[in-house]
């Protein structure tokens, strides 16, 4: 039974790069979820998808930020021209039909914006 | 917006010792979700709790769903250091699936 998985891991990167993260979720599960962590607090909701279609976004997403899940499997999450503040565990969960609210999460893809 | 406050925020045990921490809301939630993170990592699911009232297991953890559903407890028995790590309590906020987090409660267990 293979979880939630992230790629990569760990990404440094210079203030007003690009960069994207994937997320693979468990298969079977039809919703997936972005998830913000800085330093100290809870994660924080960004956006959502059931299959393909992104169905919210928090105000957290700014216009610099764009996720998709084009096949309804893995998804992606870019953020463009990234800043210091951007700096953060980017987390990725995925729940199930039975029960939408109960998410598992992935390891998480930690960002250090330069 | 929905809150949720856990308390204690931080705990000091020695292993073996039984742990309590609790979640409340100020408002209702449906669904209760109590979490493990290790740092560095994604958090791990420990117990869902679907009813007011449910009281659930799993191995030394035992969480309640609170009668007045704006409240949760997790207790975990007889500690050992692998516990260590920060737990959150989580919800669902309002008619959506989008999670709130508590604040954590960061447990330390001493050999």
Known sequence: ?114 | GQQLNQSPQSMFIQEGEDVSMNCTSSSIFNTWLWYKQDPGEGPVLLIALYKAGELTSNGRLTAQFGITRKDSFLNISASIPSDVGIYFCAGPAGDTDKLIFGTGTRLQVFP
């Open chain 1, 1 to 114: 039974d293979t979880g939630v998985s992230q790629d990569p891991r760990h990404k440094i990167t210079k203030r007003g790069q690009n960069v994207t993260f994937r997320c693979d979720p468990i298969s079977e599960h039809n919703r997936l979820y972005w998830y913000r962590q800085t330093l100290g607090q809870g994660p924080e909701f960004l956006t959502y998808f059931q299959n393909e279609a992104q169905l919210e976004k928090s105000r957290l997403l700014s216009d610099r930020f764009s996720a998709e899940r084009p096949k309804g499997s893995f998804s992606t999450l870019e953020i463009q021209r990234t800043e210091q503040g951007d700096s953060a565990m980017y987390l990725c969960a995925s729940s199930p039909r039975s029960h939408t609210d109960t998410q598992y999460f992935g390891p998480g893809t930690r960002l250090t914006v330069l």
